[in-house]
C-alpha cells in the first residue's frame, strides 16, 4: 500500500499543543499516524483516503492559527521499512513491556517483549495512545479473558494480551496492510492463537467478550461504541484511546447511553487512555 506524507515544519517549534493541535485536525480526514519531530510534525494517510485539494484547504485552514510550512511526499510501499527502519528505537513501557523490531537486540530484563515489525501499521508504542492502552493493559489480569482489539494495528495490543494470559482474542482491523502485518507479527511473537479478520464493527456481530480494546480515534469510537456495548459479556471493560481530552466529555455521553462508565483515565500529553465498564 502507498502512503502520503505530510511534512510540516513549524515556524514556532516550541509552541505548547501545537502539534496536537494539527494532528487532531487531520485525523479527521483519514491521516492514521503521526510522528512528532523536532521541527514539527510528520502525518501519514493512506493513498487511498488521499484527497488532494481537502488536505491542502484543511492546511491552510491550521496555518490560520498555527503557522507553518508543509511538505506533501508520496512513499511507495517498499521504500517504507527504509524510512522507519532509520527511526525506529526500541520502547519500554512501564519498565515491563519491551517493544523492538526483528533487528533490535533481545532485552532479558523485560517481563514482556514483543517483536513488531509495524510497516505502514499504527502501534509500536512511540505514541501516546498506544503506550497509554500498554500502561493499562500491564495493570490487569487478563488469564482466560475473551479479548476484541478492535483496528488492531500492528496487533502489538492482541499479541500483549495473549501474552498475558488471555486465551480467546479476536483482532480485526479494516486496512488490508494492517491485517496482514498483524498476521506476521501474531507468528513473529508465536502468539498464534489470536484470529484476525480484515472488516470493520459488523464483524462483531453476535459475538461476546469480556474486555474490548478500541485505540482508533473519536469519531470512529462514537459510532461503533453501541455495537462495542452489544458485544460485552456483563461486567465486562472497554479500553477506549486515539482521542484527545476535549474529545472525553463528548465519549462519556455517548457511552452512558449504553450504560457504560467511566472506570479509569490517563492522559500524557493531552491524549487520553480510559477504561469504561
Known sequence: MNYFEVNILLKDANAPDSRDIIAAHLGEFGFESFEETEAGLKAFITEKLYDENIVKDTLVGINEMIPFNFYINFIKAENWNETWEKNFEPVM????????????????????????????????????????????????????????DMGCGTGV????????GATEIVAIDNDEWAYLNAIENIERNNTNDIKVFQGDDALIENQKFDIIIANINRNIL????????????????IFLSG?????????LKE???????????????????????
Request: include cysteine; aromatic fraction near 8%.
Open 222 to 237: 462514537l459510532t461503533q461504541i453501541q455495537n462495542y456495548s452489544k458485544a460485552l459479556n456483563a461486567g465486562g471493560e
Open 93 to 148: 513501557v512501564a519498565g515491563k513491556c519491551f517493544i523492538r523490531a526483528p533487528f533490535h537486540a533481545p532485552n532479558p530484563d523485560a517481563e514482556f517483549e514483543l517483536v513488531i515489525e509495524p510497516k505502514m501499521s499504527f502501534g509500536t508504542a512511540h505514541h501516546e495512545t498506544t503506550s497509554m492502552m500498554i500502561e493499562l493493559i500491564l495493570e490487569k489480569n487478563w488469564q482466560g479473558k475473551k479479548v476484541l
Open 157 to 164: 495490543l492482541a499479541i500483549l494480551t495473549a501474552k498475558m
Open 243 to 251: 482521542f484527545y481530552e476535549e474529545d472525553v466529555p463528548v465519549l
Open 255 to 277: 457511552a452512558e447511553k449504553y450504560h457504560l462508565n467511566l472506570k479509569q483515565k490517563i492522559t500524557k500529553n493531552s491524549w487520553v487512555a480510559m477504561i469504561v465498564e
